[in-house]
């Protein structure tokens, strides 16, 4: 589940971690990161859960996201930047993973990966 929201988070900067313009700091179980072009997220786990909020000093705009693991499902959910609430729960059973949720735009979807041997 870090991996699914690393990604979230790659995917909301990818330019500015590719190039190395962020910096974090860790203080217990919070991560703290600030971004040249002016986003800055913090990121903590507490327990199977992890939050992260995230705020662009330049735009205003602020986003946020929380994941919870149970056993084998994660559960996240979040409200992208212009207020807009999305989900997505993955299920690992076996060499399979399925995940469903809904995006920001109110579109449900849904996968279903097989590991190969």
Same mark, same amino acid.
């Given at each position: 589940?870090?991996?699914?929201?690393?990604s979230?988070?790659?995917?909301?900067?990818?330019?500015f971690a590719?190039?190395g313009?962020?910096?974090?700091?860790?203080i217990g179980?919070?991560?703290?990161?600030?971004?040249?072009?002016?986003?800055?997220?913090?990121?903590?786990?507490?327990?199977?859960?992890k939050?992260t909020?995230?705020?662009n000093?330049?735009?205003?705009s602020s986003?946020?996201?929380?994941t919870t !693991? +149970? =056993?084998d499902?994660s *559960?996240?959910? %979040? &409200?992208?930047?212009?207020? $807009?609430? @999305?989900n #997505? /729960?993955t299920? !690992? +059973? =076996?060499?399979t993973? *399925?995940?469903? %949720? &809904?995006d920001s735009?109110g $579109?449900? @979807?849904? #996968? /279903?990966?097989?590991?190969r041997?």
């Open positions: 589940m870090k991996l699914l929201i690393l979230s988070i790659a995917l909301l900067l990818p330019s590719a190039n313009s962020c910096s974090s700091n860790q179980s919070t991560t703290f990161t600030n971004c040249t072009d002016g986003s800055s997220y913090t990121t903590q786990e507490i327990g199977g859960s939050f909020n995230g705020y000093y330049n735009t205003g986003w946020n996201s929380s !693991n +149970i =056993g499902t *559960f996240t959910s %979040g &409200r992208d930047s212009d207020g $807009n609430s @999305w #997505t /729960t299920q !690992n +059973i =076996g060499g993973t *399925f995940s469903n %949720g &809904r735009n $579109n449900t @979807w849904s #996968t /279903t990966r097989m590991r041997p």
